[in-house]
């Protein structure tokens, strides 16, 4: 296996690694040959992993990239996150107990190196944190309340914050995880089951209107489920649930990512699970992870400041820019003059390390085909607003128009697109994916893989009517009973 230390700058490492290469950030990101490496693991320890940070798409990349990152990108959301990061300590409660119980002071702060504990006082509790929050290095703060301790604050060790003094401890604690150590996995945490569907009545751009919301609990009622509408107000009673589904707009940095990520480390069954948002919720991503497995896509540029110049030799114009986390169009804007395009490139590149370019390809309508549990749900057309290059046209901040959208008898799909759209979906996972496609010629571009697919009462159940209601909430139900089975085992 190639192991690789990715940093913001090589001399952020203090010395060679016999069988690791040290790399820089950029190298690794731009650098075509990593996309083409395989049996990789990458250890990221860039200074900084906040969203959207050089630090953060290496190990979106990574991922992407078939490599096995550390952090991974769900690591690093839950770093952001303190409530959720003690929310999973629970499980090692027992170890840090037993750390303490013979310190005399009300407070310890322990600073682990790949499973290593710098003072080498708490190496059981150490390796168990490493395991379980899945960062390489790890600021961890205890505090003793009442008669019991409690891990107070944990984050992500910058390596820049590491003493010269505990260097050959860092550099002893890396070769012994790479000769030895393995990260284990996370696990996660005969009355009628129970789902709580997440929803935002006062949300503007939501994927369900409220006709479709009481679609899927009367589906679930009918199907022996008691289902009930909660907002995010309620997010403390969701591991009451046995189930979690989202009909929020799911985002990254955002509560609907953390009640999801929640929701499943406590074992509920969750759709749009933790997974599934990070991966699609990242056109940088997805672009990765579809040119990998050579599936077509529109010509697209990774676009950073010093390669802006590429952008009209490789795609022309018009062509359209577009942020790696915006939904509901927007964060996309069509461009068709050079002066517009590098005004509008290094306003995106405020905001995020990396922007994607594409080509420009207008049609009359784009396929969406709804995916669940890996088989074709529903298809849709969603038709261009009249004058307008999108399906979607937003007239400020709180208003917007949509094109017509025609539901499709699957039958009637071209089989090229339906085979596109399931291969697409499938390399996400099992869960609820809209797939959006143009076609072109006698071939197909994917557009992008939605974790969050609309389903509103009047356009994508317009074929199946209630029974689209019927087939997701019997998903739910065979996986609760599923789950339900193997702990009775």
């Known amino acids: 296996m190639n192991i690789i230390f990715v940093v913001s700058n090589v001399r952020d490492w203090p010395a060679p690694l016999p069988g690791v290469e040290i790399v820089p950030a950029r190298t690794y990101l731009m650098n075509t040959a990593y996309s083409e490496s395989t049996d990789t693991k990458v250890f990221n320890l860039c200074k900084s992993t906040r969203y959207q940070s050089r630090g953060y798409y290496v190990s979106l990349l990574a991922e992407a ?26 499980g090692i409660h027992d170890v840090v107990q037993s750390s303490f119980s013979h310190m005399d002071q009300d407070q310890v702060e322990l600073h682990i190196y790949f499973g290593r504990d710098a003072q080498q006082r708490y190496e059981h509790l150490s390796e168990q944190l490493f395991n379980l929050l899945r960062l390489p290095l790890i600021s961890a703060h205890f505090e003793r309340i009442g008669d019991r301790w409690e891990l107070s604050d944990v ?10 003094r505990d260097f050959p401890l860092l550099m002893q604690a890396a070769r012994d995880c790479l000769s030895g150590h393995r990260l284990r996995v996370r696990e996660p945490a005969a009355q009628m089951p129970t789902l ?27 199907l022996g489920i008691i289902a009930e509408v909660i907002t995010r107000h309620d997010a403390d009673r969701i591991p009451q649930f046995d189930a979690l589904f989202i ?17 499943a480390a406590a074992g509920l069954v ?37 390669n802006i110049a590429q952008i009209i030799p490789r795609l022309g114009l018009p062509c359209v820019l577009k942020q790696p986390d915006g939904a509901f169009s927007h964060g996309v804007v069509k461009v068709d003059s050079a002066d517009e395009l590098t005004a509008k490139v290094i306003d995106l590149l405020e905001t995020s390390e990396l922007i994607l370019a594409q080509e420009y390809l ?6 969406r085909i709804g995916v669940l549990d890996r088989r074709a749900l529903f298809a849709c057309k969603y038709y261009m607003v009249a004058g307008h290059w999108q399906i979607i046209k937003h007239q400020g901040h709180l208003s917007y128009s949509e094109g017509h959208t025609e539901a499709v008898a699957l039958n009637a799909v071209p089989e090229h697109v339906m085979n596109v759209a399931l291969e697409a979906a499938n390399l996400i996972g099992d869960g609820f994916y809209g797939v959006d496609i143009k076609e072109r010629g006698d071939g197909c571009c994917i557009i992008e893989i939605n974790d969050n697919p609309n389903v509103d009462a009047g356009n994508e159940d317009g074929v199946l009517k209630d029974a689209l209601y019927h087939e997701v909430m019997n998903v739910f139900r065979k996986r609760i009973e599923a789950r339900k089975g193997a702990r009775t085992k």
């Open 65 to 90: 990239r078939g490599h096995q990152p550390v952090p991974d990108v769900k690591s690093i959301e839950d770093s952001q996150s303190n409530s959720l990061m003690r929310f999973l300590a629970d």
């Open 196 to 222: 709580a569907i997440l929803y935002s009545p006062e949300g503007v751009e939501e994927p369900s209107n409220p006709a479709a919301i009481r679609k899927f609990q009367k589906a679930a009622e009918e």
């Open 270 to 306: 969750v759709i749009d699970d933790p997974d599934s948002i990070l991966r699609c919720n990242n056109k940088l991503y997805l672009t990765e992870l579809l040119n990998r497995h050579k599936l077509s896509i529109l010509r697209t540029l990774t676009v950073h400041r010093e």
């Open 362 to 367: 207008p049609t009359e309508f784009d396929w």
């Open 247 to 263: 009909r929020d707009t799911t985002r990254l940095n955002h509560y609907t990512y953390l009640l999801s990520r929640q929701a």
């Open 155 to 164: 984050s992500a060790l910058n390596i820049a914050n590491v003493p010269l």
